[in-house]
């Protein structure tokens, strides 16, 4: 079946600009994550959705980062503002019942802020 | 509070040779724990994981981890790479309850020689 996606995979943008990224989850999923992972880095935990709802905002580096998932599926990841620090790739990752069983990663989209 | 520390960032092996990625974490209560590899612009990907019984995990392309809690370890082993194992190889611990998002290490890259 299909996997997670993300588009775009690409996204080139100027500082100051808004931008949004996209995650389709594998169907019937109900734990969506968000990560980040810098060059060189580990991915790091973002936000984490069951359902509709943010049950963990946690990871969010500041008040310009924001998500939402309206009908529990398909999620998007705003940046506002964005600044040259937000380059980084975003991963998308669902789980069947975010009970802790493995988590199925999307292809990231690369952000790149000039 | 759950972390993981990978030994060596960058891993250079002769094709045929043994690999060995380390990974030792540290977590308050009896972890789960994760491989993922991750191939050039493509997402992150299960090699093997440990939750519960057998300490000697089994994964895909050949690749086994042991899981040993006296030393808070769980090393990625392969008897003997292949070309197509050169990848960047992520160790990863799950937050035992709430939102089970994952701890990441900072990754090693692997290197084979041919």
Redesign the interface.
Known sequence: GA??SQTPSNKVTEKGKYVELRCDPISGHT?L?W?RQSL??????LI?FQGTGA??DS?LPNDRFFAVRPEGSVSTLKIQRTERGDSAVY?C?S?PQ???D???????TRLTVL | AQS?T?LG?HVSVSEGALVLLRCNYSSSVPP?L?W?VQYP??????LL?Y?TGATLVKGINGFEAEFKKSETSFHLTKPSAHMSDAAEY?C?V?V?S??????????TRLKVLA
């Open positions: 996997g997670v734990a994550y990560y060189g880095q580990g991915p790091e935990f984490y049950a963990d990871g991963l990752a789980s975010g009970t802790g493995e988590q199925f990663f999307g292809p990231g | 993981v990978q960032s789960y994760f993922y612009n493509q997402g992150l990907q299960l994981k939750t992520f990863a799950r035992p709430g939102t089970y998002k994952y701890i990441f290490g900072t990754g």
